[in-house]
C-alpha cells in the first residue's frame, strides 16, 4: 500500500473544504440554491434535470453547470429546456471539486439565479468524496443498478440528503425490491429522503419538486 | 484549475506502470491470463463473472481479486461457483492500481491458476486509467445505462480490448440501439470486441467463452 496517496488526497480535501465554504457563502449572498446532483453513469441524471426545470421554470431562474469527462452532449439538451448552462470540462477527473465548481459558478454568473444544479460526473465513489459547497446533495439510483448498492457504496448515501431512485417503472423487470433499498440507505443515513421517480413516465416529480420548493423557500423568503 | 493535481497524478501513473509490467512478468512466468474486468456500478460484473466460471471452471483452474470500497458481498458469491476468491477493500478508492493488484495477486497465489478475474471497483473514470498488468481489459456497459456512453465515457472504451453489452434482453424496454452503441464504441477504438449478452438468461455467453479459452490457449499452449 502506497501510503503517500493517502497523504496527498487528505490535503487535497482540506483545501477542498476551504473552498466549498467560500462557495457556500457566495451562494447565500446572492440567495442562490446549489444542488449538487450525482449518479452512476445513465442513472439518469440528465432526464431528471429535465424534468426538473420543466416543473420549476416558471417560477425560479435555473442555472446548470453540466460537468463531463469530455463531452457536450447535455448542455445543450438543459438549455434548450430553457435553463441558462455551461460546460465544464472534468479533462479525466472523475468528479467535480470546490475549485472547479467556482469556476463554473463564474462562468455561470450568479445574479438573478435562484436554484443552479451541478450534474456530476458519472460516479458512485468520488464526487461523495468533495463537498462542492451545495445546499442539497441529491444522488440517483436507478432500478437496473441493483437494490444493494448502498452496501457497496455506502458514502453516496451516507453524505446525501435526497435520493431519486429512478426508473421505478422498471422494478418489476429486474426484481429491484424497493424497500430492501431504502433500508440499506437509512442504515448508511437516517435522513436521507427518498424519492421513487421515473424521468421517462413522470411519476414522483411532483412531491420531489415540492420538496425543492421548500427548500427554495427556505433560502430565499418571500418579502 | 489547481495544476498540482495532475502532476501529483502523472507521478502516480508512471509509478503504476512500473509495477503493472512487474505483474504482467509474474503472471506470464506462471502462464496465468489476468482479465481486469470494469464496468459502472450494477452493470453486472459480478454476474457475468459467475456465467462465465460455470461456463470455463471444469476445463480451467480460476482465482477472482473481488475489489470493493467496503463491502464482502461478492467474494462468497464467487467462492461458492467454484473459483478460488480474494476479497479486496479498497478503503474509499474508486479503481484498483498495479500495486493493490500485487497484494491481491500474492493472497490469491498464482500456483495452479489458468485465469485470474480483478473485478474492478464499479466506475467507467479510473479504472481506465490504472493499468494493473492485465492481459486483456474488458468493459460491461449495460443496456439501462443508454447507448451514449462512449461518448461520455472515451477512455474506458478506447483501452478496454473487450465489450460485453449485458441486459441485451432489455433492449427493447430502454430503447438501445445496439448499432450506435457499438460504432460509438469503435470510434474510440477500432479493435475493440463486442459481445451482446444476457447475464440473467445465458445468452451470449458461449461466444464469450469461446473467445477467452482462445486467449487461454495462447498463453499456455498445450504440450
Known amino acids: 500500500m502506497n501510503y503517500k496517496i493517502l497523504d496527498v488526497k487528505e490535503q487535497l480535501l482540506e483545501e477542498n473544504d476551504i473552498l466549498a465554504a467560500s462557495n457556500r457563502k457566495?451562494?447565500?449572498r446572492?440567495?442562490?440554491?446549489?444542488?449538487?446532483?450525482?449518479g452512476s453513469p445513465g442513472a439518469g441524471k440528465t432526464s431528471v434535470l429535465l424534468r426538473l426545470i420543466a416543473a420549476l421554470k416558471e417560477e425560479y431562474k435555473i442555472g446548470v453547470l453540466e460537468a463531463d469527462v469530455d463531452s457536450d452532449v447535455d448542455a445543450k439538451a438543459v438549455s434548450d429546456a430553457g435553463a441558462k448552462a455551461?460546460?465544464?470540462?472534468?479533462g479525466g477527473l472523475c468528479h467535480m471539486d470546490a475549485a472547479m465548481t467556482a469556476q463554473g459558478l463564474e462562468a455561470l454568473g450568479l445574479a438573478g439565479l435562484d436554484l443552479v444544479f451541478l450534474e456530476n460526473v458519472g460516479n458512485l465513489v468520488c464526487p461523495a468524496e468533495f463537498d462542492v459547497g451545495a445546499d442539497l446533495r441529491m444522488m440517483i439510483l436507478s432500478v437496473p443498478e441493483g437494490d444493494d448498492k448502498p452496501l457497496k457504496y455506502p458514502l453516496m448515501f451516507t453524505v446525501s440528503d435526497l435520493m431519486l431512485v429512478n426508473k421505478i417503472d422498471t422494478a418489476p423487470i429486474f426484481d429491484f425490491d424497493f424497500e430492501a433499498a431504502v433500508s440499506r440507505a437509512r442504515a448508511c443515513n437516517p435522513k436521507i429522503r427518498v424519492?421513487?421517480?421515473?424521468?421517462?413516465?413522470?411519476?414522483?416529480f411532483e412531491d420531489l419538486a415540492a420538496c425543492l420548493r421548500a427548500a427554495l423557500a427556505e433560502r430565499r423568503p418571500k418579502p
Not at 446572492?30 to 450525482?38: D, K, R, W
Open 86 to 90: 455551461v460546460q465544464l470540462h472534468t
Open 26 to 28: 457566495a451562494l447565500q
Open 195 to 204: 424519492f421513487p421517480v421515473s424521468a421517462k413516465t413522470g411519476a414522483g
Open 30 to 38: 446572492n440567495g442562490t440554491l446549489l444542488i449538487n446532483l450525482m
